[in-house]
């Protein structure tokens, strides 16, 4: 019984999506990624070793054929403080510099996704 209860709550937490942020207003004037004035310009944080930054990654590939021409986007791969150089240049990262139309950034301790609200 109580492995039963253990694998109802992995499987309401594995097909439970996370919340959803609250994009900035305005465009944050510390940021380091450049906008384009008129221009759609997308955003993405993700974690390097994460299994769901893995399908957003995924989801964005497909978005970006759909959008060619007509956004920018970039996306922040978070490298939390303490973790030597090069550890978010994962698979992810190769995969999301693949791309077209999308640019890739190391995002050091988060800062630039905080700025965007992530």
């Not at 992995?10 to 900035?24: D, I, K, R, V």
């Not at 996306?75 to 990262?93: I, M, N, Q, S, Y």
Request: a neutral charge.
């Amino acid at each position: 019984m109580l492995i039963s209860a253990g694998l109802w709550a992995l499987a309401g937490y594995e097909f439970t999506s996370g919340g959803t942020g609250n994009a900035p207003t305005s465009w944050p004037a510390e940021s380091r990624i450049q906008r384009v004035n008129g221009e759609a310009t997308l955003v993405m944080a993700v974690h390097p070793k994460c299994p769901c930054s893995k399908a957003s990654v995924g989801e964005l590939a497909k978005a970006m054929v759909q959008m060619q021409g007509r956004v920018t986007a970039h996306v922040v791969f978070v490298k939390p403080a303490g973790h030597r150089e090069g550890w978010a240049k994962t698979d992810l990262w190769r995969e999301a510099t693949a791309i077209p139309g999308v640019s890739v950034q190391v995002d050091e301790d988060g800062a630039e996704a905080a700025r965007f609200n992530g």
